[in-house]
């Protein structure tokens, strides 16, 4: 099978099953919202953005450092389980000795017992990283989609179960530590890689170093996608942050699940082009197209529905949502197509070139965020 048949092959069994999660997830979210409170999710994101923050740097650019690379040894695999190990076992540690003073910046006590229930999550990344490279490096998607099915549905059931149950912010932290357990858990069972952990790192230098740029630019993407979050909830009280996190939540459910769906099929695509010695800028513009002709619509479309879909989904206490929501699609069809360009950086072997993009993006539009929290409340 070609390469341009196996992405199609992947994208198809991708977006059939990304649908069917998100179909149930949407029906989950939206009774959910009517039973819990505002300050609920505001509580939530604001452990929730520490927790990404902390999973960006656990190991997802070792994983892309072992697609990319043209070959690699068992010895080498061993050690990347090694750092992965080593990294998330400091997180731990990192998390629990942070959250009292996480709390105190947030001014939120109740979020330190949502820090240690989420660093559930640093156990997964080392468990389910080397399988999920095995797995895209193969381009075996099918199974992939399958997997992220099957975990998206049966925390999704948790979380509304616990919410009917009255659980409140504690079905979201359950439901979410449930996804992670699941997730990983299946990832072995399909492919499973019996190896120990190598602390040695002298002949995996190569595979670090690419990880490493890789970890950066996922630090210089989060802190741009995060910083309005973070300055929220340090401005703003719960309500006021629940409010805007739904919003954004709202607004970014087809950037969420269309870019993230296109990249993780091009990048171990384009590595493959790359190692052949192959042109990558054909298939770069034809992904970067189909991805600027599908949002601009479903953007725009869902900015100019927002005051009639808001309080019809999510009931006449979010009525503050509308203008938010209203707001925020109308950029992020630029946002989509300014991600596409990592996975051909990084596939080309220039993952600079990616990290300095971010970087001046993040220069520029945090200090206008900044004001616009301080003074447009």
Known sequence: MSITARVIHSLKWMTFTKFLAQLLRWAVTFIVIRILMPEDYGIFAMADVVMYFFALLSGAGLASALIQVRDFSKLQMRQVLGMLVTINFFFTLTVFLLA???????????????????????????????????????MRFKA???????????????????????????SLVIGSVSELLLRAGLKCAVHPVMILPHF???????LFTFGGIKTLTFLAWFA????????????????????????????????????PLVKQVAF?????????????????????SLILITSFPLFFGFAATAPSLVPLLLGEKWLEVVLPASLIPLVLPLRASQELLDPAFEASGRPQDALINWLIVFAILAPMLYVGALYGE
């Open 224 to 259: 741009l996608v995060s910083v309005d979050t973070v300055i929220g909830g340090r401005l703003w009280d719960a309500q006021t942050l629940g409010i805007y996190a739904v919003a954004l939540q709202l607004s970014y459910i087809p950037l969420n699940k269309l870019v």
């Open 200 to 206: 040695g790192f002298r002949n995996s230098i190569h």
């Open 100 to 138: 009292p003073h996480i709390a105190d910046f947030y001014q939120e006590e109740r979020v330190i017992p949502v820090l240690y229930a989420l660093t559930i999550g640093f156990l997964t990344v080392t468990i389910e990283t080397l399988p999920t490279a095995m797995l895209e490096r193969e």
């Open 144 to 170: 992939l989609s399958l997997v992220e099915l099957a975990a998206a549905t049966i925390s999704a059931l948790v979380t509304l179960t616990l919410a009917l149950a009255g659980f409140g912010l504690w």
């Open 268 to 288: 171990p695509a384009y590595s493959r082009i790359n190692q052949a010695d192959d042109d990558i800028s054909p298939y770069v513009m034809k992904a970067n």
